[in-house]
């Protein structure tokens, strides 16, 4: 009996280190573990920016279309064969100028006919007049003689006018399109010859919904920006205003009158409209980067001060808000309620945070926005 007992407590003697090293090892590991969970997560890097404070134009947007100040397409008033182009197509007329010269011969012909009947029209009223001023013819003969002038005159300017009219003129000025004839062609009365548009001034025509009508008045400056050219900005003045509203779109059409020397603008070409109220709008402009968009609402986050840590500073970090955001123009966007102005908060990089995160600023690859972005050339 008394021999169990020493073996007993022999084996306890040589279980005791083994257990409490094996304890020991735990104890070290488990605080080990709640070391790290209490050690903050590393900073993460974002780019800051200011909710700035500015005055934005109030615009009113469209979309219309360009149309000349005058457009027609040139045609013949009167059929015969081409015998001569005289312009080239895509060239800038004066108004008069010939453009195409059709067959005259037999008009010359009936013409010199009809001159030759007129003088001798005239000249037999020369002799009835003497006969009737010595009692020779009565008034009737005198009567026929004057109104047989008067026809063979107005035979020959009737000619006159047909010949004329078979040279077709420019009836302005402008620029010519793509001519759609050629020599030797014979055209009917109205045949089509070629476009003439001119493009200096240019009309722009645009809609508005008649919500609009009582903040709209000739005068106001009208932008304009084509696709075409989207590094250039046109701008003229709103000179005319339907009297009547669409009774199918409930909108009133308009009409703005630009200048366009470069003839950069075309008659149909697609264009957006602002149309620039008088007074100016009072925002709080970020960059839309800076906002998360989510099915619950938008949000930024605003760096603010943490706690301070071991070395007494305090870090800057993520502050969850809650914005509602209002009008958008290039890169930016206004906020209207759920910031101040003068806050700094994270432009980019939100994507990555959560409330409380831990911040610093990076300027890294960061890009200005810009109220009026240039768009690359496609």
Known sequence: MLKKI?????????????VGAIAGIKILQIRTLMAMGEQSEPPAFVSLGEVREEEWENRIAAVGSVAAFQGVIVSAEAEGTVREILFEPGSTVTAGQPLVRLDTEVELAQLA?????????????????????????????????????????AQVENLRAVIAKKTVTAPFGGRLGIRQINVGQFLTKGAAVVSLQALDPVYVEFSLPQQRLGAIAEGMVVRVKSDAYPEAHFEGKLTAVNPEVDAVTRSVRMQATLANTD?????????????VQPEADHVLAIPETAVVYAPYGSTVFVAAEGKPGADGKKPLVAELRNVRLGARRGDFVTVVSGLKAGERIVTNGGLKLRQGSVIMESTLGVTEPRLAPELPNT
Request: a negative charge; charged letters at 20%; hydrophobic letters at 50%.
């Open 6 to 18: 020493l073996v007993f407590a022999l084996g306890l003697l040589v279980a005791l280190p083994i």
């Open 113 to 153: 006919s009809a001159e030759a009947a007129a003088d001798l029209a005239v000249t037999t009223l020369e002799r009835t007049r003497e006969l009737f001023a010595s009692s020779t013819i009565s008034k009737a003969d005198l009567d026929a003689a004057e109104a047989t002038v008067k026809q063979t005159r």
């Open 263 to 275: 003839g950069k603008l075309r008659p149909g070409m697609f264009v957006t409209v602002d149309v």
